[in-house]
């Protein structure tokens, strides 16, 4: 596959991605909810997750992480970012094959 069609399928991937979240996020709009109150469940999701509790670098990160006093919110985006971070790397590992191959192929 040469890079141009690999580049177009790839923009092609990201605004099939992109469009179906906008058309799922355009529900029909509720109304408002009463002074005072809260959106349904989003304090049943944040008290889940421990939203209020501050973490620090070295407890999240550090030599002796200690998974049982960090917060839940804290322990997901600590995950995420790992995931983020191998999947970038592999990424960048197919990418440079890729293009040792079109250099391969265009001796």
Do not use: C, H
Request: hydrophobic content about 50%; aromatic content about 6%.
């Amino acid at each position: 596959m040469k890079i141009r069609n690999a580049a177009v399928a790839a923009a092609a991937a990201l605004a099939l991605t992109f469009s179906g979240t906008a058309v799922a996020g355009a529900e029909e709009a509720q109304p408002a909810p009463a002074a005072g109150s809260s959106i349904a469940g989003s304090s049943d999701l944040f008290d889940s997750v421990d939203a209020d509790d501050r973490v620090t670098g070295g407890d999240l990160l550090g030599e002796s992480r200690s998974d049982e006093t960090n917060p839940e919110w804290a322990m997901i985006w600590r995950d995420a970012t790992e995931i983020i971070g191998i999947t970038a790397v592999v990424g960048g590992m197919i990418a440079f094959a890729n293009y040792l191959q079109f250099l391969a192929a265009n001796r």
